[in-house]
């Protein structure tokens, strides 16, 4: 029998910009295909679950900067909408992104309360993301943005996430993450035998590089530890599919893909919906022998609630 293979899209992010974005040269890749507002994400959620995809990971953005935000309602909006469309597993971004002030230009970097925050949004999410280390990443001409995760807010976040019943994406931009993730385990805070997800992020500037090398490093040193975990990669611009493919080699039960990570479809030819690079997975998924898992064969292997 075939594997089955999750396929997660990520429709836009907090750091992609919209060709209408105010004037911030260098801050991030700009496409005018980008969804900003809930109805537009929805729109993108929709389309990508009849591409193939079966979980959504979400961000929110402020609908006049179209830059992200903390705002607990508007994250609620994009949940309602995408749920008014489809039945799509939905995934907030737990870190919720940074952003720049439009007056002084400098980044601002979400807080540890506004992150908690998202375990209050209405309605609820299917899962949340869970970054397990601190780690830097650039915004351009601006500078880096720190993204600190500490073992106290970890341990806060992930009693959140136990207490909801939601499901859990632990995001390992380096391998430092899996040992924290391990030294949260011999606390007690969770078994290093639950059905957790797993995230590897590469080619992220600040986190790990997008080679062959450090996927199977890091994957296999993920499987030792954590035996039971889903785990899933995802590469960032023109690693998007090399990673994913390489991920797909190695056994992964879920790759993703979206405008949040890579804005081409091919070199030089920008994406014109989330739906194409969705697509463009499936085939390649196909070809390698893997069948497609829908919603309902998504949530029985992440254990998720059903709906």
Known sequence: MAKKLIIQVAP????????????????????????????????EALRSYNAGASLCHIHARDKKSMLATPDIKVWGEVVARIREKCPIIIEAGGGIG????????????????????????????????????????????????????????????????????????????????????????????????????????????????????????????GKKMFPNAKWQALGIGKDEFPMITMAMLLGADSVRVGLEDNIYISHGELAKSNAELVEKAVRIARELDFEIATVEEAREALHLKKK
């Open 12 to 43: 836009f992010g907090s750091n992609t910009l919209h060709e209408k974005t105010p004037n911030l040269p260098n801050l991030g890749k700009r496409t005018p295909y980008l969804p900003i507002t809930p109805e537009e994400v929805a729109e």
């Open 98 to 221: 940074a952003w720049v002030n439009l007056e002084t230009f400098q980044i601002i970097n979400a807080s540890e309360d506004q992150m908690l925050n998202l375990l209050n949004i209405k309605p609820e999410p299917d899962m949340l993301t869970v970054n397990m280390g601190t780690f830097d990443m650039s915004i351009g001409k601006y500078g880096f943005a720190t993204f600190r995760n500490s073992p106290p807010f970890q341990r806060q976040v992930i009693k959140g996430i136990k207490e909801k019943g939601w499901g859990m994406e632990l995001e390992i931009w380096d391998i430092s993450h899996l040992y924290n993730t391990m030294a949260l385990c011999e606390e007690g805070l969770f078994d290093k035998n639950d059905t957790f997800h797993i995230d590897y992020p590469l080619g992220v500037s600040g986190g790990q590089p997008a080679t062959a090398k450090q996927l199977m490093y890091i994957s296999e040193e």
